[in-house]
């Protein structure tokens, strides 16, 4: 997942064979860092003055559905904030304009998935947690799952550097 600032550009562009549900997922992304700029100390005008490119890569294979939404809102919100996303972590997880995570599908082949490249966390939603039983016992004691409700949890997990303290309850 890439996301790139276009200065003086307009709304978003979505690249790399994406469909429609995935499409929308980058828009609620996009509208919920705008909603909630202040709190994650980003400025409003960015999102004024600016347009946003988000590509994924591997552009001949298409694309679709709500479970990169987690990923799409990472990359974004690592943008804005200038803020690494841990290189060590895959993520999945359907997102909301309230900024909850929701459950997907295929969580066994997304998590052996990030395993064979070489990746040791996951980022899940909490709802997805009976389907790691359908993990090999191997798999499950190498790995370490973060369980999340909230979109701020799991950016909370996936950018390490980002202020979150004024979230005394977790309100996103």
């Keep these: 997942m890439e996301a790139q600032l276009l200065p003086g550009g307009k709304g978003l562009t979505l690249t790399g064979q994406l469909g429609d549900v995935m499409r929308e997922s ?3 992304a996009r ?3 705008w909603a909630e700029a202040p709190r994650f100390d980003i400025d409003v005008k960015v999102f004024e003055s600016n347009g946003m490119h988000v590509h994924v890569p591997a552009g001949a ?3 679709d559905g709500p479970s990169a939404g987690i ?3 990472a990359a974004l919100t690592s943008l804005l904030t200038r803020k690494p996303v841990r290189a060590d972590t895959a993520m999945t997880g359907e997102i909301t304009l309230s900024g909850l995570v929701l ?3 295929g ?3 997304k998590v052996l998935a990030a395993r064979r490249a070489g990746l040791r966390r996951v980022i899940l939603p909490k709802a997805n947690a009976k389907d790691l039983r359908k993990l090999p016992e191997a798999v499950r ?3 370490d799952f973060v369980l ?3 979109v701020v949890e799991a950016l909370h997990d996936a950018i390490p550097a980002l202020d979150l303290t004024y979230y005394t309850e977790i309100t996103v």
């Design 103 to 105: 459950p997907v599908g």
């Design 31 to 33: 509208d919920l860092l």
């Design 61 to 63: 294979i298409p694309k």
């Design 141 to 143: 004691q190498e790995m």
């Design 71 to 73: 990923a799409i809102i």
């Design 148 to 150: 999340v409700e909230r």
């Design 26 to 28: 980058a828009e609620i």
């Design 107 to 109: 969580v066994k082949e």
